[in-house]
């Protein structure tokens, strides 16, 4: 007993040490393959067999070690021995009486990772692992049950052998690489009379271990290999529609128009107009023009407004020459008076028209094709 206790000792502190000293990595950034890898394990704990006597009472150590492998994220398979100490009890007068005896076991164990077959990854630190196995259990040392024959009718001598069938948990959190620390609960079943008593029904061993799992024969993860990157360069050529406006001459008839107010022929009120008219002439190559005044029926008499219109059209005349317009290009000044109405609206008849022909410019809009190049930087590997 003195040795298992320093064996839990010696377990606690080793997992003690390693936990802060060893930090877990990232499972994103891990430098190995997780599975396939082998390991080997030991643990220690307590355990008792299932009878009618007070199960508390009949508490031994117990302790193990395992050597195995997970093949994949989710299945693995150990080989496992457990033993060695163990004790029975039988409630007798005038006091109980408890004996104990000796026990091995050896089982091949299948282990299922919970959380990697729910999960969605196939590395976790923290996993629970259910298993189930078989195997063979000896027990010996049975001389204090066999002196209580007077007690135990059934009590066993020499040496007794008897399957081992087991179902288990087992909680195990990977502190780094190469280490892993446990906790394991099973249900053993055993042939009936293992405890040396007989009671029609197969015998529950149950166990439960703290241990350290040591883990290797990782394989190492590929090394991505970045290609060195080689760029060179090349010129594009785009090509696009452009607009341009070209001079065109054309011979074009001339029409621009002076407005009045009424009763009025000073063309300082239209010195706006007379000056956009000047500089349109002045632009005007063999430019023939009459001037030709009018004024609006709705007011005034026809004395009245054939003045006005006369008025009207020398004095636009004299204005346009009076802005840098040649004289030469006015062939004929003209009034109406009232008997002629070029427009249906009233009061724009209050107007002087200049109409004629001449040579001048257009801005004539043509798509051209054009193109420019642009350097472009490319990888070629």
């Known amino acids: ?16 040490i390693a936990a802060p000293v060893f930090a877990e990595e990232d499972a994103d950034n891990l430098s190995y ?5 082998m390991f080997i394990g030991i643990q220690g704990g307590g355990q008792t067999t299932l009878t009618n006597y007070s199960n508390s009472k009949l508490i031994t150590p117990t302790a ?10 989710v299945v693995g398979a150990r080989l496992h021995a457990n033993g060695i100490w163990n004790k029975g009890g039988i409630t007798a007068t005038p006091e109980d009486a408890k004996y104990k005896y000796k026990y091995a076991t050896a089982d091949i164990d299948l282990m299922i990772n919970l959380v990697t077959l729910c999960g969605r990854k196939s590395y976790y630190p923290l996993n629970l692992y259910l298993i189930g196995g078989i195997g063979l259990n000896t027990a010996w040392d049975n001389g204090e049950a066999v002196a209580l024959d007077n007690l135990l009718t059934d009590a066993w001598d020499g040496k007794k052998f008897s399957h081992n069938a087991r179902v288990g948990l087992q909680l195990d959190y990977n502190i ?11 249900a053993n079943n055993l042939n009936d009379r293992y405890n040396s008593k007989t009671s029609n029904r197969d ?4 166990t439960a271990q703290l241990g350290l799992a040591f883990k290797f024969g990782y394989k190492k993860k590929p090394v991505a290999v970045v290609p060195e990157e080689v760029w060179a360069t090349r010129i594009d050529t785009t090509w696009y529609d452009d607009v341009i406006y070209k001079d065109v001459t054309r011979d074009r008839d001339i029409k621009k128009e002076i407005f009045f107010e ?3 022929s000073d063309v300082a009120t239209t010195a706006e107009q007379i000056q956009s008219v000047a500089e349109f002439l002045k632009g005007v190559r063999d430019a023939e023009i009459t001037i030709t005044a009018y004024a609006d029926a709705g007011t005034g008499n026809p004395k009245l ?4 219109s006369e008025q009207r059209a020398q004095k636009t005349k004299q204005a346009l020459i009076d802005d840098g317009v040649d004289p030469s290009i006015i062939k004929s000044v003209e009034w109406k008076g009232d008997t002629v109405q070029p427009y249906a609206e009233n009061d724009l008849n209050r107007v002087s028209i200049i109409t004629g022909h001449g040579i001048y410019t257009d801005k004539d809009p043509e798509t051209v094709r ?3 190049t642009e350097e472009v930087r490319y990888r070629v590997q």
């Open 176 to 186: 780094c690489k190469n280490v892993s620390i446990n906790l394991e609960a099973d």
């Open 1 to 16: 007993m003195m040795h298992f206790n320093r064996f839990i000792a010696v377990l606690a502190l080793a997992a003690g």
């Open 33 to 37: 393959k997780p599975f396939p890898h």
């Open 370 to 372: 054009k193109f420019r």
């Open 64 to 73: 193990s070690v395992s050597f195995g492998a997970w093949f994949t994220p």
């Open 203 to 206: 015998d529950w061993q149950i």
């Open 262 to 264: 009424i009763r009025e």
């Open 305 to 308: 407004n054939m003045m006005y």
